[in-house]
Structure formats: structure tokens, C-alpha cells
Nanobody
Framework: QVQLVESGGGLVQPGGSLRLSCAAS????????MGWYRRTPGKQRELVAT???????NYADSVKGRFTVSRDKANKTVYLQMNSLKPEDTAVYYC?????????WGQGTQVTVSS
């Protein structure tokens, strides 16, 4: 059973930075897309950023210019570099891997932006 393990969340002041990581416990074959989503209380989970197997990226308008998604060459780890963080970025962040046969989700990591 493949598990996605996220790390890097925490408490940061507005304007600060965090880097999230999501590592797969085993190789996932035929990956199409890797990415990050987030959810705040009372809202649906929303897309933050994705990266395809070809390296194309996509970002939510609210994070463009501040967040950067990347992955390692082995496609076992996906990262989210978050800069210039704002209080409205506070959420639980989930990584997602979409393969040819199924989707995998991480357990979520809390990011809190507060002074």
C-alpha cells in the first residue's frame, strides 16, 4: 500500500516562508500529475499547485508569484515552496498524486500564518 507522507507545516509569521514536502513510501508508476491542495474550515478543498510528469505547472491565482511546486527526478517527492505567506494561506495542505490507475492523497499538514 502506497502512502504519501507530508512534512514541513507549522506556524509562521505573515511574510514568512515554509517548504512542504510529500514523499511516497513506494514507487508509483505512470504518474500523470503531482500537486498540492488545501482546505480551510467550512470550505471545500481547493487546488493550490500542480506539476505534470512533463514538468508543466499550474497555480491557483491566489498563490501565483508566491508559491512554487517542484518534484524530484524519481517522482517520489513533491515540494511546495511557499513565500510571502499571508494569514489567508492558513489551511490544512494535502498532497495528491494522480497515476494512470488511481489517485493517492496524503494525510494533510497544518500551515498557520499568524503574528
Amino acid at each position: 500500500q502506497v502512502q504519501l507522507v507530508e512534512s514541513g507545516g507549522g506556524l509562521v509569521q505573515p511574510g514568512g516562508s515554509l517548504r512542504l514536502s510529500c514523499a511516497a513510501s513506494r514507487n508509483i508508476f505512470s504518474i500523470n500529475v503531482m500537486g498540492w491542495y488545501r482546505r480551510t474550515p467550512g470550505k471545500q478543498r481547493e487546488l493550490v499547485a500542480t506539476i505534470t510528469s512533463g514538468g508543466s505547472t499550474n497555480y491557483a491565482d491566489s498563490v501565483k508569484g508566491r508559491f512554487t511546486v517542484s518534484r524530484d527526478k524519481a517522482n517520489k517527492t513533491v515540494y511546495l515552496q511557499m513565500n510571502s505567506l499571508k494569514p489567508e494561506d492558513t489551511a490544512v495542505y494535502y498532497c495528491k498524486v494522480e497515476s494512470r490507475w488511481r489517485d493517492y492523497w496524503g494525510q494533510g499538514t497544518q500551515v498557520t500564518v499568524s503574528s
